[in-house]
């Protein structure tokens, strides 16, 4: 992973670096806004940090001019400020800031941070040109997500992410079910324009045949054929608004050795903490079973994470 630093005070850069070391993050140093354009140029980055004053062109103006680039505006900045609560501040939130570090910040702070946009990778490189639409709302999707994630807050993460799936795969009815103490899943979140039958609010790990592999594999499933679903009561559900396919996505109780390791994660070692349960009216693609796959690795490790912070609050 590698990200830019952009700051004009040469401690903290020193400062940066040490905090990062255990972490193995690759981080290049610009000490002006105009140098780290160069660098932006030549080098690929996952995410960028910048101080908002700076001699020259500060972080308002690099932020605004990135934003307008075709390219560049794809990569998430996050802007360090002494007083985040500024018009200052105000203004780069509005000009696209996916988040803000607060002067004088600790290693743990900055770790959560590049931790948060470490499970995203290269949120592009899965998508061809022709598919320009799809990227973008999927671009706004992880984004939204970063943004949840610093200001930890679990209930807006979760919200945006129903909403994000809603408007790319366009659902009729999703919602989120999450582990009760008794081992069954409780329905606290949906979205769309038709709500889960009443039957369907509470669930058990095997009530379905998607929810039975779910259960034992962990991992995402997908089916075009909701309308014979056994469970006689969502079938008949499913009939009433024309529902013909399903996918159930899991959320998995990460560790932080687990949250970077992300795709690579051995799923069944794992605890399945809840899911995502969709149903529309229009059959899946393969293409399109692919992108909400890649779209669940990523962002099950920063839900994970978010969910499982000493800063949760509580769910609804």
Do not use: C
């Not at 949906?190 to 009530?207: D, K, L």
């Not at 379905?208 to 034992?216: A, I, K, N, V």
């Not at 079938?235 to 949250?259: Q, V």
């Amino acid at each position: 992973m590698t990200i830019l630093y952009i700051e004009d005070d040469y401690e903290y850069h020193n400062m940066v670096d040490f905090m990062l070391e255990p972490l193995k993050v690759k981080t290049l140093h610009a000490y002006s806004v105009q140098e780290g354009i160069d660098m932006l140029k030549s080098n690929k980055v996952s995410f960028i940090l910048s101080d908002i004053n700076m001699e020259g062109m500060d972080g308002l103006s690099f932020l605004a001019a990135i934003k307008r680039d075709k390219v560049l505006s794809r990569i998430p900045i996050v802007i360090v400020t002494g007083d985040p609560s500024s018009e200052k501040a105000r203004f780069a939130n509005e000009q696209g800031a996916v988040g803000f570090l607060s002067k004088p910040f600790t290693q743990n702070e900055l770790a959560y941070l590049v931790k948060t946009f470490a499970v995203l990778g290269d949120i592009y490189s899965t998508l061809d040109a022709s598919e320009e639409i799809l990227m973008r709302k999927k671009q706004k999707l992880m984004m939204s997500l970063a943004k949840n994630s610093l200001e930890r807050d679990f209930e807006k993460a979760i919200t945006s992410y129903i909403g994000g799936l809603n408007e790319i795969f366009d659902f009729d009815a999703i919602s989120f079910y999450q582990r009760t103490p008794s081992g069954e899943f409780s329905l606290l979140k949906e979205g769309g324009t038709v709500n889960f039958p009443m039957e369907a609010r509470v669930v058990r790990g095997h009530q379905t045949p998607s929810l039975t592999r779910l259960y034992d594999e962990k991992t995402e499933v997908f089916s075009n054929d909701a309308l014979n679903i056994p469970d006689h009561h969502i079938r008949n559900w499913a009939h009433k608004y024309n529902l013909t396919s399903e996918i159930i996505l899991p959320f998995l109780n990460l560790d932080d050795k687990d949250f970077l390791l992300g795709a690579g994660t051995n799923r069944k070692t794992v605890q399945l903490d809840g899911f995502f349960w969709g149903f529309r009216n229009a059959i899946f693609s393969t293409g399109e079973s692919d992108i909400i796959k890649r779209l669940s690795v990523q962002a099950n490790p920063i839900l994970s994470h978010l969910s499982n912070s000493t800063l949760k609050k509580k769910l609804f």
